[in-house]
Structure formats: C-alpha cells, structure tokens
C-alpha cells in the first residue's frame, strides 16, 4: 500500500464485524427506499461521486487493517422486485462497501452496505444525501470512529429473571445455556426472506422497549405452535450511532427468563441506558478471534431488534430497513419512521420463507399496534 491510497486504518467497531466468528452471516445491511419522485441513474452517479468526495468511505477498498481509496460503486438499474438478491457478500479487497441499485423505473433505490463500514444511521445518512438535490443535504461528513469503549466497567446489561448483571463472564454463560432459536420453517428456504409493513404507530417515548417486547411476544407464539416451549429468550439490541457516513453504532445484549413476571420492555429500557457494552464488542479483535467458529453460533441471541427511529428523508416516501441476521435464529427485526412519510416494520430472516415471515411480522405487528401498547 502506497502512501497516497491509505485512507484511514479500521476502527474498533468495524474490526468487530470483520473479526467475528460468525461468518455464516454476509454482514450485509439494507434500505430499500420509495422515492416521492423518479431519479434518473446519470444524476444518482453524478451524487455518488460527489459524494464520495465528501465520504470517501462509500468508495474504499480493504487492505488488511486499512481502508484504501478507490473508485466509487457504479449505479446499477434492474426490473427485479426491490427484494430480490439482497444479502449478497461483498468482496472488500475488490468492491466498495457500498451497492447501489435502481428501479426501471427510477422510483425506488436499493442501497446495501456493509456492515464493516456502515451501521443502519450511516446508510440511512446516504439515502438522505442521494435522494436530495445535492448531497450536502443532510450529510453528516465521514470520519474515522477511533473512540474508546463507551465504559470499562464490565459488559453490557444481562438480566437474569429481571436483575441486571454486569460481569464478562455473561458471554461464557451462553455456552452453557446457548439462547433458544426461533422455530425454522420445514424445510429451510434456500435464500433469506426480506418482508415489511407499513404500520401506524404512537412516535412518542419508549417505541423500541414497546416493540422489543412485540417481537418477544411473537417468537414466543410461533415456537408454541410448534410446541416448542421458549423459557428464556436472547436479545441482541442495536444502537444507533452518530449518523455519520460510517459505522459508530454499539448493541446492548438482554438474557430473560420468561418464567419470570419481568416487565419486558422495562428492561430492555435499562438496558438500553446501560452505558456498558459487550465484552466482545470492547475487547474486539481478540475476544472475537478466541471464539471458535464451530461454536460461534451458541454465542448469539435469539432474535435482533434495531430500530432507526424517524429518519429526515424528504427525497423518502417509505424507507425498508433490513439490519444483518446471523446466529442460530439469524431473525432480525427493523423498524425506520420518515419525517414526513410512513413507519415500517421489517423482518429478516435466514431460516424463515416467506410465508411464515410475513406471519411471524404480522403477529408483531399485531401486538405493537393493540390498544394495551397504543
């Protein structure tokens, strides 16, 4: 690597992902966005460049622990339904972290990111830019994310029967007492299953504990249709980060036991103002590389939930925000409101097909919206 093509070495946050045992999962995170008027693919390219002048990242290579320069993504157009080919890996040392790809007919935009460079809120950022006359509106400037861990003092917030724990030795926990699954579709589909729905919703206080506990709720259903009996659930909760054309953005990891009368969404409120992260988060590279991949799975959660809150977009008329699926259940749930547009809720899911997707995020759909959580 020359001097001149260094761009910036990796943070801890992307290290993390990078690092992670778990490969099973292509990292991949995206937004499908319904645009209020068409845009023609010569002007997107025209943003996209100028843009990365601003955000070289969207442009960068891998080289090891560096990002490099390189050339920006090249638009793509496709008369496919919006869905189809999400998830695909990206070759970091030969492609930008970054696809793009529009509609024939120029009315819906597909961005894909990896998740090595970009959280949910970074991506989020980049629609903001590109569906905008210039892409100084609403941009938040790339930087590195070299930041210390948010605390020192121990892991994220585990509870135990509604207490809350603050010592590492909760990730070693799981090998003993691996979190239950989601109960799979029979047989598996062959790809991951992408769906969404538009819900009305109250934007006031507390939506992500509230939709937490939906999707709890809803897991717990479908398992029991399959008699399947789930006494304790993994939560995996994503944090936004900065907005920043970049990856800044940390997770907070809840333990229950459902035989317990814990108030779901109260704890999932003190987890979230927990400032203390997971010990695999703090301490990646190392911790990550410790963790044997063969058993990589028995660390993770049973579901995800990340909720970008309402995003200023208005280039946006619907924003699909689909975070990364992976471990044993690989079912993640995202929900992103527009300013001036719709709520929409999405699921994930690796093991799921369409069907019983489409079900499992009406159930929650279905829970969030009921009068008891209006």
């Known amino acids: 690597m020359n001097q001149t093509s260094g761009l910036r070495?990796?943070?801890?946050?992307?290290?993390?992902?990078l690092a992670h045992p778990d490969q099973r999962s292509s990292w991949v995170i995206a937004l499908i966005a319904d645009l209020c008027e068409p845009l023609a693919p010569a002007e997107l390219d025209r943003r996209v460049r100028l843009l990365s002048e601003h955000a070289p990242i969207i442009s960068a290579r891998r080289d090891g622990d560096w990002w490099v320069r390189g050339e920006p993504p090249v638009v793509t157009t496709?008369?496919?339904?919006?869905g189809s080919g999400l998830g695909a890996r990206f070759a970091l040392d030969l492609e930008p972290p970054l696809r793009l790809r529009l509609s024939d007919s120029h009315r819906t935009l597909v961005i894909e990111g990896h998740h090595a460079a970009f959280d949910g809120l970074g991506l989020a950022t980049v629609v903001t830019a590109l569906t905008s006359e210039t892409p100084e509106v609403?941009?938040?400037?790339?930087?590195?994310?070299?930041?210390?861990?948010?605390?020192?003092?121990?892991?994220?917030?585990?509870?135990?029967?509604?207490?809350?724990?603050?010592?590492?030795?909760?990730?070693?926990?799981?090998?003993?007492?691996?979190?239950?699954?989601?109960?799979?579709?029979?047989p598996p589909p062959r790809h991951e299953s992408f769906v969404a729905q538009d819900v009305a919703i109250d934007r006031g206080g507390a939506f992500t504990a509230r939709l937490t506990r939906a999707c709890v709720d809803a897991a717990i259903?479908?398992?029991?249709?399959?008699?399947?009996?789930?006494?304790?659930?993994?939560?995996?909760?994503?944090?936004g980060g900065s907005r920043?054309?970049?990856?800044?953005?940390?997770?907070?990891?809840?333990?229950?036991d459902l035989r317990s009368k814990t108030d779901i969404a109260e704890v999932v409120r003190n987890a979230i103002a927990d400032e203390r992260e997971p010990a695999e988060l703090r301490f990646a590279p190392s911790a990550a590389r410790l963790l044997a991949r063969p058993v990589a799975s028995w660390f993770s959660d049973s579901l995800l939930v990340s909720n970008l809150g309402i995003v200023d977009a208005p280039g946006v008329r619907r924003l699909q925000f689909f975070p990364v699926a992976r471990g044993r259940s690989a079912v993640?749930?995202?929900?992103?409101s527009l300013a001036r547009g719709r709520a929409t809720l999405t699921l994930r899911a690796r093991d799921l097909d369409r069907d019983d997707a489409l079900q499992l995020l009406g159930m929650v759909?279905?829970?969030?919206?009921?009068?008891g959580d209006a």
């Open 221 to 239: 259903a479908r398992n029991r249709s399959y008699d399947i009996r789930m006494s304790r659930v993994g939560i995996s909760l994503g944090l």
């Open 78 to 82: 496709s008369s496919d339904d919006a």
């Open 332 to 336: 993640a749930f995202g929900a992103a």
């Open 244 to 256: 920043t054309i970049g990856n800044t953005a940390s997770y907070r990891r809840v333990d229950l």
């Open 138 to 186: 609403g941009r938040v400037p790339d930087e590195p994310v070299a930041r210390p861990p948010t605390s020192e003092r121990g892991s994220a917030a585990i509870t135990v029967e509604g207490r809350t724990e603050g010592s590492d030795s909760s990730l070693w926990s799981r090998l003993l007492r691996p979190a239950p699954r989601v109960a799979a579709s029979c």
């Open 365 to 371: 759909s279905e829970r969030l919206t009921s009068p």
């Open 9 to 17: 070495p990796t943070t801890r946050q992307e290290r993390a992902v």
